[in-house]
């Protein structure tokens, strides 16, 4: 397919962000890189799926899960084979089991969270590969990071290669002109994920990250959570007395506000960086601009199997242009 990239006087990133676990998600990514014709892809975390969907096999042989919050049972080897697509599809991984596995699962949760874990290093690890071997025919770089929702112990085994780079909590060389900060921890939420820090704990773990930038001008910051107040950290305020947490209502509208993190915030308005690329908020697709930095965030739509996306024309020393994308 023929692209003027070569003739480009400036970068064409596409960022996409909070895939979880999606299959679908993840294979248009990929083929984004030749549609949008990209110099470079980029996920700003959560890459991981959220949740497992069991599927029992029953003493009969036949099979039976839930899908989109509906039983779907006595179902036949061809009958479950598009319904564990979908799920896979839509972001949970699908696990088959026996019923006494299923009882065992049921009753040690620890055994639940350790096959969660395992899941997730084996997506890590096959998406990897799909990348490298579809971006080396490309010669197109991916730059990753987790996000909140993504284990510690997932991440640990994460590795690079020559065209995945895995940059959480690292500063890497992008081009000849930018490096490239990836940083997925957060601040605090209602949900109590694997990786949120306090705003303190936030500035301790990144500000030895911030001074080893050679040229914060000239860096790109791949951070899951969007700096505070900017309008790409716009979600519904949770009544947190409830389990699981609700959206808080007044007057029939959801109540809506500002959960960024203060760190991020502060830290893109000391150094300004030349662009700041975001994820985590799902329900927002915005940009906005702190001095100088422009700050985007593509948001979500995983679990409906839809891709979102941020087109970003980056020159040497701002961006040109942005373009928001959906499919």
Not at 146 to 151: E, L, T, Y
Not at 271 to 293: D, F, M, S, W, Y
């Amino acid at each position: 397919m023929p692209t003027d990239r070569g003739k480009r006087k400036y970068k064409r990133l596409f960022l996409a962000a909070d895939l979880h676990g999606s299959e679908v998600v993840f294979r248009k990514f990929l083929a984004a890189a030749t549609f949008y014709e990209a110099d470079a892809l980029l996920i700003g975390g959560d890459v991981t799926a959220k949740s497992i969907t069991p599927i029992v096999q029953q003493d009969n042989g036949r099979f039976q899960t839930r899908l989109a919050g509906a039983v779907r049972d006595n179902l036949s080897e061809a009958e479950l084979a598009p319904i564990e697509k979908a799920i896979a599809d839509s972001g949970p991984y699908p696990v088959r089991m026996t019923e006494d596995d299923y009882a065992r699962f049921r009753a040690n949760p620890d055994k639940v969270e350790s096959l969660f874990t395992d899941r997730m290093i084996d997506q890590i690890r096959r998406w990897t590969e799909m990348a490298e071997k579809h971006l080396a025919t490309l010669d197109i770089p991916l730059y990753w990071i987790g996000g909140n929702d993504d284990k510690v112990e997932a991440l640990l085994q994460a590795e690079s290669t020559p065209h995945v780079h895995y940059i959480d909590e690292k500063v890497a060389r992008f081009d000849e002109d930018h490096e490239i900060l990836g940083f997925g921890w957060t601040n605090p939420s209602p949900w109590h994920t694997p990786r949120e820090l306090s705003e303190d704990g936030l500035k301790r773990r990144l500000d030895p990250l911030l001074s080893r930038v050679e040229d914060p001008a000239r860096c790109i910051y791949l951070m899951h959570a969007p700096p505070y107040e900017t309008g790409l950290d716009i979600a519904p305020k949770l009544d947190t007395t409830t389990d699981p947490p609700r959206p808080v209502v007044r007057g029939g509208q959801q109540v809506l506000i500002p959960v960024g993190s203060t760190t991020f915030r502060s830290a893109i308005l000391e150094t300004q960086p030349v662009l700041g690329l975001h994820g985590h908020i799902h329900e927002t697709k915005n940009a906005a601009k702190l001095k100088r930095t422009v700050c985007v965030d593509p948001g979500s739509e995983y679990s409906a199997g839809t891709l979102r996306g941020a087109i970003i024309n980056l020159e040497r020393d701002r961006v040109l242009s942005y373009q928001f994308t959906t499919g």
